[in-house]
């Protein structure tokens, strides 16, 4: 094994036979980076703290979007559905750069971002089976029961607040509506949880210049409230 590694990494050792030189093409572009299997290595405090989620939720959420993950390939080293989600993951728990995130996990920066947008169009299709507003009597009566045994207050079905998430200028003439009233660009997300904490509704579609009562003016869930009147009973 060493003495692979001594070829791939070599240029003009001359301990190294002339016939057993790695051309310069696969020094440059073939290198072999060190990749870790974190859902292997880390236990699971350190694997939460890195990730932001448990292996029991990182394992369902990839048998649920395996099939969407999976390349067919002739070339070797085919970076596998779990690693493609850790990388996602790890982008999505830092906030940071793509070739951050990319030596974080041994991958490049261009396969860091493929893999990102690979994975996030992925996940999304499971907003459904996740985020779901209580309809059903039954299922609002269990809500403010449990915001009940929170908090005290009564008749609460959700909680509700708008979050800048940061992103880069798009450009164009209309760059400077998504620069919010702190300075930088952003998307001003609304968001609504439940008294387990659980998203019930986002929305995720305003730049950053839009205020919160626009947002919600403009929701269903503003108009779920103030056209059916059992949520008011």
Known sequence: MQRVWDLLYAEDNEEIEQDARVPRILQLHHRIRLRINYFEELDENAFIDRFRLSKQSVTMLLNRIHHQLEHFTNWNYAISPM???????????TGSFFITVGDFCGRSKVSAHTIVHRVSPAIATLSEDFIRFPAQPDQIRQAQGEFFEVSGFIRVIEAINCKHVRVQSYGGEKAEL????????????????????????????????????????NSRIKALFTKDIKYLS
């Open 83 to 93: 690693i493609q989600l850790l990388v996602a993951l790890r982008f999505y728990a």
């Open 178 to 217: 998504y620069r919010n009233r702190k300075g930088y660009f952003s998307i001003n997300v609304q968001a609504v949880v439940n008294a387990r904490l659980e998203f019930i509704d986002i929305v995720a579609r305003w730049p950053g210049a839009t205020h919160d009562s626009t947002i919600f003016n």
